[in-house]
Protein backbone atom coordinates (compact mmCIF):
# COMPACT_ATOMS: atom_id res chain seq x y z
CA UNK A 1 0.00 0.00 0.00
CA UNK A 2 0.90 3.58 -0.26
CA UNK A 3 1.54 5.55 3.04
CA UNK A 4 1.79 9.47 3.53
CA UNK A 5 4.10 9.77 7.28
CA UNK A 6 3.46 13.72 8.44
CA UNK A 7 6.06 15.24 10.21
CA UNK A 8 10.08 16.61 9.41
CA UNK A 9 12.27 15.70 12.98
CA UNK A 10 13.48 12.91 14.15
CA UNK A 11 10.48 10.87 15.42
CA UNK A 12 9.35 11.23 11.97
CA UNK A 13 12.90 9.89 10.65
CA UNK A 14 12.60 6.92 12.66
CA UNK A 15 9.10 5.83 12.15
CA UNK A 16 9.53 6.44 8.63
CA UNK A 17 12.82 3.73 8.65
CA UNK A 18 10.57 1.54 10.50
CA UNK A 19 7.96 1.50 8.01
CA UNK A 20 10.15 1.14 4.91
CA UNK A 21 11.31 -1.89 5.95
CA UNK A 22 7.60 -3.57 5.88
CA UNK A 23 6.95 -5.66 2.72
CA UNK A 24 3.38 -4.14 2.73
CA UNK A 25 4.67 -0.51 1.86
CA UNK A 26 4.26 -0.18 -1.71
CA UNK A 27 5.10 3.85 -1.86
CA UNK A 28 6.10 5.73 1.72
CA UNK A 29 5.53 9.72 1.11
CA UNK A 30 6.55 11.91 4.18
CA UNK A 31 5.55 15.24 4.06
CA UNK A 32 7.60 17.87 4.49
CA UNK A 33 10.30 14.93 5.72
CA UNK A 34 13.81 16.03 5.84
CA UNK A 35 16.79 14.72 4.13
CA UNK A 36 17.13 11.55 6.53
CA UNK A 37 13.43 10.50 5.75
CA UNK A 38 14.64 10.93 1.98
CA UNK A 39 16.47 8.07 2.49
CA UNK A 40 13.26 5.90 3.72
CA UNK A 41 10.75 7.51 1.06
CA UNK A 42 9.67 10.86 -0.88
CA UNK A 43 9.85 13.70 0.79
CA UNK A 44 6.99 15.83 -0.38
CA UNK A 45 6.31 19.62 0.36
CA UNK A 46 2.54 19.92 2.25
CA UNK A 47 2.05 22.15 4.77
CA UNK A 48 0.70 20.38 8.11
CA UNK A 49 -2.05 22.24 8.78
CA UNK A 50 -3.50 22.54 4.83
CA UNK A 51 -5.80 19.32 5.04
CA UNK A 52 -7.47 20.22 2.04
CA UNK A 53 -3.85 19.92 -0.21
CA UNK A 54 -3.25 16.91 1.72
CA UNK A 55 -6.71 15.70 0.92
CA UNK A 56 -5.31 15.99 -2.73
CA UNK A 57 -2.16 14.52 -2.56
CA UNK A 58 -3.74 11.50 -0.82
CA UNK A 59 -6.18 11.44 -4.15
CA UNK A 60 -3.64 12.06 -6.47
CA UNK A 61 -0.99 9.48 -4.82
CA UNK A 62 -3.85 6.93 -4.32
CA UNK A 63 -2.77 6.92 -0.35
CA UNK A 64 -4.41 4.08 1.82
CA UNK A 65 -2.97 4.92 5.22
CA UNK A 66 -1.75 8.38 6.98
CA UNK A 67 0.82 8.07 9.74
CA UNK A 68 0.52 11.51 11.47
CA UNK A 69 3.73 12.26 13.39
CA UNK A 70 3.04 16.06 15.33
CA UNK A 71 0.35 16.33 17.43
CA UNK A 72 -0.50 19.64 16.26
CA UNK A 73 -2.57 18.00 13.42
CA UNK A 74 -4.41 15.84 15.51
CA UNK A 75 -5.42 18.52 17.92
CA UNK A 76 -6.89 20.68 14.75
CA UNK A 77 -9.14 17.39 14.21
CA UNK A 78 -7.16 15.68 10.89
CA UNK A 79 -8.59 12.17 11.49
CA UNK A 80 -12.05 13.86 11.74
CA UNK A 81 -11.55 15.96 8.58
CA UNK A 82 -10.54 12.41 6.64
CA UNK A 83 -13.36 10.73 8.57
CA UNK A 84 -16.37 13.23 7.10
CA UNK A 85 -14.92 13.28 3.60
CA UNK A 86 -17.48 10.51 1.87
CA UNK A 87 -14.22 10.06 -0.77
CA UNK A 88 -11.85 9.82 2.05
CA UNK A 89 -13.35 8.27 5.06
CA UNK A 90 -11.92 4.53 3.84
CA UNK A 91 -8.29 6.10 4.45
CA UNK A 92 -6.22 4.96 7.26
CA UNK A 93 -5.38 7.87 10.06
CA UNK A 94 -3.28 6.52 12.13
CA UNK A 95 -3.97 8.82 15.13
CA UNK A 96 -6.91 9.78 17.74
CA UNK A 97 -10.13 12.26 16.70
CA UNK A 98 -10.02 15.88 17.53
CA UNK A 99 -11.91 14.96 20.41
CA UNK A 100 -9.50 12.17 21.63
CA UNK A 101 -6.65 14.19 20.83
CA UNK A 102 -7.72 16.96 23.57
CA UNK A 103 -5.81 14.62 26.16
CA UNK A 104 -2.47 16.45 24.79
CA UNK A 105 -4.64 19.48 23.25
CA UNK A 106 -5.89 20.44 26.74
CA UNK A 107 -4.17 19.80 30.16
CA UNK A 108 -7.55 20.93 31.86
CA UNK A 109 -8.96 18.33 29.90
CA UNK A 110 -6.83 15.73 30.65
CA UNK A 111 -6.94 16.19 34.14
CA UNK A 112 -10.60 15.76 34.52
CA UNK A 113 -10.18 12.61 32.39
CA UNK A 114 -7.88 10.96 34.82
CA UNK A 115 -10.42 11.93 37.85
CA UNK A 116 -13.08 10.50 36.39
CA UNK A 117 -11.30 6.78 35.74
CA UNK A 118 -9.63 7.41 39.21
CA UNK A 119 -6.37 7.48 37.03
CA UNK A 120 -3.34 8.18 39.56
CA UNK A 121 -1.92 11.83 38.79
CA UNK A 122 -1.10 14.90 41.13
CA UNK A 123 -3.85 17.33 42.67
CA UNK A 124 -4.47 20.54 40.89
CA UNK A 125 -6.62 23.53 40.00
CA UNK A 126 -6.95 25.45 36.80
CA UNK A 127 -7.41 29.20 36.72
CA UNK A 128 -7.73 31.59 34.33
CA UNK A 129 -7.69 35.73 33.95
CA UNK A 130 -10.32 35.81 35.45
CA UNK A 131 -9.75 33.80 38.70
CA UNK A 132 -5.70 35.14 38.70
CA UNK A 133 -6.39 36.05 42.43
CA UNK A 134 -8.00 32.90 43.44
CA UNK A 135 -4.84 31.08 41.87
CA UNK A 136 -2.17 33.32 44.14
CA UNK A 137 -4.35 32.13 46.93
CA UNK A 138 -3.90 28.16 45.73
CA UNK A 139 -0.28 29.21 45.34
CA UNK A 140 -0.43 30.24 48.61
CA UNK A 141 -1.89 26.69 50.17
CA UNK A 142 0.99 25.06 48.38
CA UNK A 143 4.33 23.67 48.84
CA UNK A 144 7.48 24.29 46.75
CA UNK A 145 7.98 23.80 44.05
CA UNK A 146 5.57 25.17 42.14
CA UNK A 147 4.35 23.68 38.61
CA UNK A 148 2.45 25.94 36.62
CA UNK A 149 1.47 23.93 33.38
CA UNK A 150 -0.21 26.26 30.15
CA UNK A 151 -3.62 24.22 29.63
CA UNK A 152 -2.60 23.96 25.73
CA UNK A 153 0.10 23.17 22.82
CA UNK A 154 3.21 25.08 23.74
CA UNK A 155 5.75 23.24 21.94
CA UNK A 156 6.72 21.79 25.09
CA UNK A 157 7.61 25.01 26.83
CA UNK A 158 4.94 25.38 28.94
CA UNK A 159 5.37 24.02 31.83
CA UNK A 160 7.45 25.73 34.61
CA UNK A 161 8.94 24.59 37.84
CA UNK A 162 9.78 27.08 40.28
CA UNK A 163 11.28 27.16 43.89
CA UNK A 164 9.78 30.45 44.82
CA UNK A 165 6.64 31.50 45.58
CA UNK A 166 7.07 34.97 44.78
CA UNK A 167 8.34 34.07 41.63
CA UNK A 168 6.14 31.42 40.92
CA UNK A 169 2.87 34.60 41.59
CA UNK A 170 4.77 36.56 38.76
CA UNK A 171 4.78 33.99 36.22
CA UNK A 172 1.47 32.81 36.88
CA UNK A 173 0.52 36.78 36.02
CA UNK A 174 2.62 36.67 32.89
CA UNK A 175 1.09 33.29 31.72
CA UNK A 176 -2.56 34.58 31.96
CA UNK A 177 -1.91 38.44 32.33
CA UNK A 178 0.42 38.81 29.68
CA UNK A 179 -0.56 35.71 27.29
CA UNK A 180 2.80 34.42 27.93
CA UNK A 181 2.32 31.14 25.75
CA UNK A 182 -0.27 33.07 23.25
CA UNK A 183 -3.85 31.11 23.74
CA UNK A 184 -1.88 28.13 25.25
CA UNK A 185 -1.85 29.83 28.50
CA UNK A 186 -5.25 31.39 28.85
CA UNK A 187 -5.92 28.74 31.49
CA UNK A 188 -3.34 27.83 33.82
CA UNK A 189 -3.01 24.29 35.47
CA UNK A 190 -1.35 24.44 38.89
CA UNK A 191 -0.71 21.03 40.61
CA UNK A 192 1.25 19.48 43.35
CA UNK A 193 4.68 19.14 42.71
CA UNK A 194 5.60 15.08 42.70
CA UNK A 195 9.39 13.98 43.74
CA UNK A 196 10.61 10.78 41.89
CA UNK A 197 12.27 9.70 38.15
CA UNK A 198 10.43 10.59 35.13
CA UNK A 199 9.77 8.25 32.51
CA UNK A 200 7.46 7.61 29.17
CA UNK A 201 5.43 4.95 28.19
CA UNK A 202 3.96 4.34 24.58
CA UNK A 203 0.58 2.71 23.92
CA UNK A 204 -0.59 1.85 20.54
CA UNK A 205 -4.34 1.30 20.85
CA UNK A 206 -7.23 0.45 18.09
CA UNK A 207 -9.63 2.17 20.76
CA UNK A 208 -10.59 -1.32 22.28
CA UNK A 209 -7.83 -3.37 22.19
CA UNK A 210 -4.07 -2.09 23.31
CA UNK A 211 0.02 -3.00 23.19
CA UNK A 212 2.52 -1.47 25.72
CA UNK A 213 5.37 -0.31 23.58
CA UNK A 214 8.67 -0.31 24.96
CA UNK A 215 9.65 2.51 28.07
CA UNK A 216 11.93 5.16 27.69
CA UNK A 217 13.70 7.67 29.87
CA UNK A 218 14.08 11.37 27.90
CA UNK A 219 16.51 13.70 29.33
CA UNK A 220 14.89 17.22 28.82
CA UNK A 221 17.36 19.98 30.02
CA UNK A 222 19.87 21.30 28.13
CA UNK A 223 22.60 21.05 30.92
CA UNK A 224 24.68 17.72 32.29
CA UNK A 225 23.43 16.89 35.36
CA UNK A 226 19.35 18.49 34.63
CA UNK A 227 20.29 21.69 34.37
CA UNK A 228 19.54 24.66 32.67
CA UNK A 229 16.47 25.54 30.28
CA UNK A 230 14.31 22.96 28.91
CA UNK A 231 14.20 21.35 25.76
CA UNK A 232 12.45 19.07 23.50
CA UNK A 233 14.68 16.22 24.76
CA UNK A 234 18.38 15.69 24.18
CA UNK A 235 18.79 11.95 24.42
CA UNK A 236 16.77 9.37 25.60
CA UNK A 237 17.30 5.54 27.08
CA UNK A 238 14.90 2.38 26.41
CA UNK A 239 13.90 0.00 27.88
CA UNK A 240 13.83 2.13 31.47
CA UNK A 241 15.90 -0.58 33.95
CA UNK A 242 13.91 0.31 36.88
CA UNK A 243 10.22 -0.32 34.74
CA UNK A 244 10.81 -3.41 36.01
CA UNK A 245 7.58 -6.28 35.28
CA UNK A 246 6.26 -5.18 38.93
CA UNK A 247 5.98 -1.37 37.89
CA UNK A 248 4.95 -2.56 34.21
CA UNK A 249 1.63 -4.62 35.52
CA UNK A 250 0.91 -1.45 38.09
CA UNK A 251 0.98 0.87 35.12
CA UNK A 252 -1.15 -1.42 32.92
CA UNK A 253 -3.85 -2.23 35.90
CA UNK A 254 -4.27 1.57 37.24
CA UNK A 255 -3.60 3.68 33.90
CA UNK A 256 -3.33 1.96 30.78
CA UNK A 257 -6.80 -0.34 31.10
CA UNK A 258 -8.73 2.89 32.82
CA UNK A 259 -7.28 5.19 29.92
CA UNK A 260 -8.39 2.89 27.62
CA UNK A 261 -11.89 2.16 29.06
CA UNK A 262 -12.79 5.46 29.60
CA UNK A 263 -11.95 6.42 26.29
CA UNK A 264 -14.92 3.78 25.07
CA UNK A 265 -16.88 4.63 27.71
CA UNK A 266 -17.44 7.85 26.11
CA UNK A 267 -17.52 6.80 22.90
CA UNK A 268 -14.30 8.99 21.61
CA UNK A 269 -12.75 7.42 18.20
CA UNK A 270 -8.86 6.69 18.92
CA UNK A 271 -7.29 4.69 16.63
CA UNK A 272 -3.24 5.52 17.51
CA UNK A 273 -0.85 6.19 19.98
CA UNK A 274 -1.23 7.61 23.95
CA UNK A 275 2.19 8.74 25.27
CA UNK A 276 2.01 8.53 29.11
CA UNK A 277 4.56 10.84 30.44
CA UNK A 278 4.79 9.34 34.34
CA UNK A 279 6.56 10.05 37.44
CA UNK A 280 7.57 6.65 39.63
CA UNK A 281 6.97 7.94 43.39
CA UNK A 282 8.35 6.01 46.22
CA UNK A 283 5.55 3.63 47.76
CA UNK A 284 4.80 3.26 51.76
CA UNK A 285 6.13 -0.37 50.72
CA UNK A 286 9.36 0.51 49.22
CA UNK A 287 8.40 -0.02 45.47
CA UNK A 288 7.53 2.62 42.91
CA UNK A 289 4.23 3.70 42.07
CA UNK A 290 3.48 5.20 38.55
CA UNK A 291 2.01 8.95 38.42
CA UNK A 292 0.63 9.98 35.40
CA UNK A 293 2.03 13.96 34.41
CA UNK A 294 0.67 14.15 31.51
CA UNK A 295 -0.51 12.65 28.06
CA UNK A 296 0.62 13.06 24.49
CA UNK A 297 -1.65 11.67 21.79
CA UNK A 298 1.18 11.06 19.35
CA UNK A 299 5.48 9.20 19.63
CA UNK A 300 7.59 11.13 22.04
CA UNK A 301 10.58 13.15 20.37
CA UNK A 302 13.32 11.68 21.10
CA UNK A 303 12.36 8.53 22.59
CA UNK A 304 10.68 7.20 19.16
CA UNK A 305 14.36 7.37 18.20
CA UNK A 306 15.17 4.38 21.33
CA UNK A 307 11.80 3.10 20.93
CA UNK A 308 11.16 1.97 17.34
CA UNK A 309 14.64 0.46 16.59
CA UNK A 310 13.33 -2.35 19.35
CA UNK A 311 10.33 -3.07 17.61
CA UNK A 312 11.11 -6.49 15.59
CA UNK A 313 7.17 -6.28 14.56
CA UNK A 314 5.60 -5.25 11.08
CA UNK A 315 4.88 -1.69 12.04
CA UNK A 316 2.20 -1.71 8.94
CA UNK A 317 0.72 -4.80 10.23
CA UNK A 318 0.35 -3.40 13.90
CA UNK A 319 -1.69 0.11 12.00
CA UNK A 320 -3.35 -1.84 10.18
CA UNK A 321 -4.82 -3.50 12.64
CA UNK A 322 -4.99 -0.38 14.56
CA UNK A 323 -7.36 0.82 11.77
CA UNK A 324 -9.52 -2.20 11.75
CA UNK A 325 -10.15 -2.80 15.85
CA UNK A 326 -8.28 -5.98 15.07
CA UNK A 327 -4.98 -5.06 17.27
CA UNK A 328 -5.46 -7.90 19.96
CA UNK A 329 -4.57 -10.44 16.56
CA UNK A 330 -1.57 -9.13 16.07
CA UNK A 331 1.67 -9.56 18.33
CA UNK A 332 4.74 -7.32 19.57
CA UNK A 333 8.09 -8.56 18.89
CA UNK A 334 10.51 -6.49 20.73
CA UNK A 335 14.19 -6.38 20.58
CA UNK A 336 15.50 -6.87 24.25
CA UNK A 337 18.94 -5.05 23.53
CA UNK A 338 19.07 -1.74 25.00
CA UNK A 339 18.65 1.38 23.20
CA UNK A 340 20.47 4.75 24.23
CA UNK A 341 19.61 7.86 21.88
CA UNK A 342 22.24 11.49 22.05
CA UNK A 343 21.21 14.46 20.20
CA UNK A 344 23.23 16.37 18.82
CA UNK A 345 22.14 20.13 18.88
CA UNK A 346 22.71 23.46 17.03
CA UNK A 347 24.88 26.14 19.11
CA UNK A 348 22.49 28.54 20.91
CA UNK A 349 19.67 26.05 21.03
CA UNK A 350 17.05 26.05 22.66
CA UNK A 351 17.25 29.57 22.47
CA UNK A 352 18.12 31.64 19.42
CA UNK A 353 20.33 28.99 17.53
CA UNK A 354 22.60 29.19 14.35
CA UNK A 355 21.77 27.42 11.32
CA UNK A 356 23.67 26.45 7.92
CA UNK A 357 26.49 24.99 9.51
CA UNK A 358 27.96 22.12 7.25
CA UNK A 359 27.74 18.97 8.72
CA UNK A 360 30.55 16.53 8.14
CA UNK A 361 31.80 12.87 9.81
CA UNK A 362 28.49 11.23 8.82
CA UNK A 363 29.77 8.26 6.78
CA UNK A 364 32.77 7.95 10.31
CA UNK A 365 29.58 6.19 12.13
CA UNK A 366 29.47 3.11 11.38
CA UNK A 367 27.80 0.66 14.03
CA UNK A 368 25.06 3.42 15.42
CA UNK A 369 21.73 4.56 13.46
CA UNK A 370 21.50 8.48 12.57
CA UNK A 371 18.21 9.81 12.54
CA UNK A 372 17.99 13.62 10.82
CA UNK A 373 15.94 16.27 12.90
CA UNK A 374 16.87 19.55 12.01
CA UNK A 375 19.46 19.26 8.95
CA UNK A 376 18.48 19.99 5.04
CA UNK A 377 20.41 20.01 1.71
CA UNK A 378 21.87 23.19 0.86
CA UNK A 379 24.26 23.31 -2.64
CA UNK A 380 25.01 19.08 -2.39
CA UNK A 381 25.62 19.60 1.16
CA UNK A 382 24.00 18.72 4.71
CA UNK A 383 23.93 21.68 6.91
CA UNK A 384 22.21 22.49 10.30
CA UNK A 385 18.30 23.43 10.13
CA UNK A 386 16.89 23.28 13.66
CA UNK A 387 17.97 23.38 16.80
CA UNK A 388 17.97 19.79 17.72
CA UNK A 389 20.38 18.37 14.63
CA UNK A 390 20.53 14.66 14.36
CA UNK A 391 20.03 11.91 16.83
CA UNK A 392 22.76 9.05 17.36
CA UNK A 393 21.52 5.52 18.89
CA UNK A 394 23.17 2.43 19.83
CA UNK A 395 21.47 -0.87 19.99
CA UNK A 396 23.52 -3.21 22.70
CA UNK A 397 23.22 -6.31 25.14
CA UNK A 398 24.69 -3.48 27.96
CA UNK A 399 23.23 -0.33 28.55
CA UNK A 400 26.39 0.75 29.23
CA UNK A 401 27.76 -0.19 26.31
CA UNK A 402 25.32 1.28 24.01
CA UNK A 403 25.75 4.52 25.96
CA UNK A 404 29.40 4.68 25.00
CA UNK A 405 29.02 3.68 21.67
CA UNK A 406 26.36 6.53 20.90
CA UNK A 407 28.70 9.05 22.63
CA UNK A 408 31.55 8.01 20.40
CA UNK A 409 29.55 7.98 17.28
CA UNK A 410 27.99 11.98 18.64
CA UNK A 411 31.50 12.99 18.44
CA UNK A 412 32.75 12.02 15.06
CA UNK A 413 29.58 13.81 13.63
CA UNK A 414 31.06 18.25 13.49
CA UNK A 415 29.87 21.37 12.93
CA UNK A 416 30.45 24.77 14.23
CA UNK A 417 29.14 24.82 17.64
CA UNK A 418 27.82 21.39 17.70
CA UNK A 419 26.81 20.41 21.24
CA UNK A 420 25.12 17.35 22.89
CA UNK A 421 25.26 16.11 26.78
CA UNK A 422 27.53 13.56 27.49
CA UNK A 423 25.69 12.41 31.05
CA UNK A 424 22.79 10.57 28.83
CA UNK A 425 21.62 7.61 30.76
CA UNK A 426 24.49 8.22 33.45
CA UNK A 427 21.52 8.41 36.65
CA UNK A 428 20.34 4.86 35.17
CA UNK A 429 23.15 3.04 35.17
CA UNK A 430 24.16 4.45 39.05
CA UNK A 431 20.94 3.07 40.04
CA UNK A 432 22.05 -0.26 38.31
CA UNK A 433 25.17 -0.66 40.39
Known amino acids: MNI ?31 PGTAQCGTNATLKLDDFGAIAKFVKTNDI ?44 DYAKQF ?18 FKDGVKFLETMNPPYVLKADGLAAGKGVLILDNLEQAKEEL ?18 EQYLSGIELSVFVLTDGKHYKILPSAKDYKRIGEGDTGLNTGGMGSISPVPFADKAFMQKVERNIVIPTVKGLQKENIQYKGFIFLGLMAVDAPDGTLSPYVIEYNVRMGDPETESVF ?7 VSLF ?10 ESLEIDDRYAACVMLTAEGYPE ?57 AAELVKWKGRYYRRDIGQDLLKKML
Open 4 to 34: LLLGSGGREHAIAAKIAESPKCSKLFIAPGN
Open 64 to 107: QMIVVGPEAPLVDGISDYFANDKTLHNVMVIGPSKEGARLEGSK
Open 114 to 131: MQRYNIPTAAYKTFTKET
Open 173 to 190: SHMLNDAKFGEASASVVI
Open 309 to 315: PRIKSDI
Open 320 to 329: EATWEGELNE
Open 352 to 408: SYRKGDVITGLDNVKDSIVFHAGTKSNENKLVTNGGRVLCITTLSPSLPNAILQSMQ
